[in-house]
C-alpha cells in the first residue's frame, strides 16, 4: 500500500515512501490503539488500585518505547544510507547562484551548463518551471551529486527523486543517485535566497546511456 502522492523515480524516493506509509501506519494503530483504550475506560468501571499496578506501568512505558524504535531505526538506516558514499560512474557539481544553476560534470573536462528560468510566456508547458538547458543525466547509473553556493544558502530539491541537498557557501554536500526510468523530472529551491527565490526551477532530463555521452561529446 502506498499513501504518497508522487510516482518515485529513484531508489531512494521508494524507500522515503515506504517510510512515510510505515509511519502513517502505526500512527493510524496507535490512534486505534488510544481510542480503543478510552471507551474502555470510560464505558467500565476500573478499580482505582490499577494505577498502582506493577505490571500495567511496565506496559505503558514499554509500548512507547517500542513504538519509537520501530519509526527511528528505518528513519536513522535511511539517513545514513542517503550518505553513504558508494562507487560512482558520473560526478555532478551542482552550484547555486542568485538566482540560477550551474552544473559540472566532474568526468569531462570543461563540461558546464547554466540554467536560467525561461519567461513564462515561452515556457512550453510548465511556467515557472521550465529552463533554458536542462541537467542531463543517464538512468540507472550510480551518480554522485555535490552542492555548493556562490553567495547565500540555496536548496536542489526534486521531490520525485528524493533528494534535498543544501548548497552552502564554502561547504560540499555530497548525495548518491539512481534514476530508474527516463523522462523530465521538475524540482525548485527550498531556502529563501532572496527576492527571486521562486524563479529559480531545475529540470532534470534523464536518457539512456548512449545518447548522454553523444550529449557530453
Not at 506493577?54 to 519509537?68: A, D, G, H, R, T
Not at 573536462?109 to 528560468?117: A, G, R, V
Request: charged residues 15%.
Amino acid at each position: 500500500m502506498y499513501w504518497n502522492i508522487m510516482d518515485s523515480a529513484s531508489p531512494m524516493m521508494k524507500e522515503l515512501s515506504l517510510l512515510n506509509d510505515h509511519m502513517i501506519t502505526m500512527m493510524i494503530f496507535l490512534l486505534t490503539w488510544i481510542f480503543l483504550l478510552k471507551m474502555m475506560i470510560i464505558f467500565t468501571k476500573l478499580p482505582m488500585s490499577i494505577k498502582y499496578m506493577k505490571n500495567i506501568e511496565f506496559y505503558w512505558s514499554i509500548i512507547p518505547l517500542s513504538l519509537i524504535s520501530l519509526i527511528a531505526v528505518p528513519s536513522i538506516y535511511l539517513t545514513y544510507s542517503m550518505e553513504s558514499n558508494l562507487n560512482s560512474s558520473l560526478t555532478v557539481k551542482i552550484l547555486g547562484h542568485q538566482w540560477y544553476w550551474s552544473y559540472e560534470y566532474k568526468n569531462f573536462k570543461d563540461k558546464e551548463i547554466l540554467s536560467y528560468l525561461i519567461n513564462a510566456k515561452k515556457a512550453p508547458q510548465l511556467k515557472f518551471l521550465e529552463v533554458d538547458n536542462n541537467l542531463i543525466l543517464p538512468y540507472n547509473m550510480n551518480i554522485r551529486l555535490l552542492t555548493s553556493s556562490s553567495d547565500v544558502i540555496h536548496s536542489w530539491t526534486i521531490q520525485s527523486l528524493g533528494i534535498k541537498m543544501d548548497a552552502i557557501p564554502g561547504h560540499l554536500n555530497q548525495m548518491n543517485l539512481i534514476i530508474n526510468r527516463p523522462g523530465n523530472y521538475y524540482g525548485q529551491c527550498s531556502e529563501i535566497c532572496g527576492i527571486n527565490h521562486s524563479y529559480m526551477p531545475i529540470c532534470l532530463e534523464s536518457i539512456k546511456i548512449n545518447m548522454f555521452l553523444n550529449f557530453i561529446s
